[in-house]
């Protein structure tokens, strides 16, 4: 009989940490549920913070590419006036060497 008592003493043992082990699986499973779940809400406001900053740079890069194409049009129409102005230039210095025997004024 005292066997059989010292087994169930140790059975009633080993039950006992059987049942904390399982508790403590069940809590662990849970931590990491909640784990799991601030890691999707993580990912989805990672997600939205992303395309929040493709949209924003999609658009300063839009905005960006308009004013670079407003300035070079300007830069063509100033290197066109330019052409345009030393070509009167010349015509002007032609007649006036032609009129007058000061010397053409330094522009």
Known sequence: MA?????????????KTLVQKNILVNNTTLLLGEAKNKQKGLLKLIKLEREEHRKWLSETKRKANEELSKTTGRIDDLEEQKKDL???????KKIWEQTTALPFPAL
């Open 86 to 92: 030393k070509v009167v230039e010349k015509r002007l």
């Open 3 to 15: 066997s059989f008592e010292s087994k169930k003493t140790q059975l009633d043992a080993l039950d």
